[in-house]
């Protein structure tokens, strides 16, 4: 059972973002966390097909280089931190949290040769020594504004679909996973919100 509180994150905390800036016609912009992972070339085939850049954040564990960064970068796709190895940040120390983004930022970026801009707090868990954290490496904190709970919905993927369009919102920052139920719906979910009168964007748009 899924708590739907949860799908929308509300915050008045001007220290993060989950939500794009105002622009003129109505977007969103999708957000894929947690990888570099197996199904990350048939996310970006996917989004390939569509025509849609998204933002990746990735945890620096899992960045070899066999992974196919070069391919998110060269079709316009963001490449975010997500720490080095998913821990709660926000039960450690500031020096541990700076060193921790420190050395997932600089994997990033002596990998691809381009700066790291934004960051997401593991599990969106962070407290005001992760704002400063990020901010003393020169990133911006990105949240969320809908949380597809696709990390829960492994038996019933159409349920993340459902989530999503029922909480479609202008300039909404939307939470999905590389995971193999993700990609099961994907196709869905963009037409879907193309239905709806979207677009989509980056925070950089
Ligand atoms: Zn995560």
């Not at 390939?48 to 998204?54: D, L, N």
């Not at 564990?61 to 066999?66: D, E, T």
């Not at 796709?77 to 720490?83: A, L, V």
């Not at 994907?186 to 009168?197: N, Q, V």
């Amino acid at each position: 059972m899924v708590d739907s509180t949860r799908v929308v994150y509300d915050s008045n905390d001007k220290n993060i973002i989950t939500m794009l800036p105002p622009g003129g016609k109505k977007t969103v912009m999708l957000t894929f966390d947690d990888g570099p992972g197996r199904v990350l070339p048939e996310i970006l085939a996917i989004l390939q097909e569509e025509e849609i850049k998204a933002a990746f954040f990735w945890q620096s564990r899992l960045l070899h280089p066999g992974r196919p960064w070069r391919k998110v970068l060269d079709h316009g796709h963001i490449i975010g931190n997500h720490s080095c190895s998913h821990k709660n940040l926000a039960r450690l120390p500031f020096h541990d949290q700076l060193a921790d983004l420190s050395r997932c930022k600089e994997k990033i970026e002596s990998l691809t040769g381009q700066k790291v801009d934004y960051f997401r707090p593991p599990f969106g868990q962070y407290n005001s020594d992760t704002i400063a954290a990020a901010n003393q490496l020169g990133m911006e904190t990105v949240l969320w504004r809908i949380a597809s709970l696709d990390w829960e919905l492994k038996d019933d993927p159409v349920m993340i679909l459902n989530y999503v369009i029922d909480h479609l919102e202008d300039r909404a920052i939307i939470l999905l996973h590389e995971l193999p139920q993700t990609v099961e719906i994907l196709p869905a979910l963009i037409h879907e919100i193309k239905k709806a009168g979207y677009d989509f964007g980056l925070l950089d748009r």
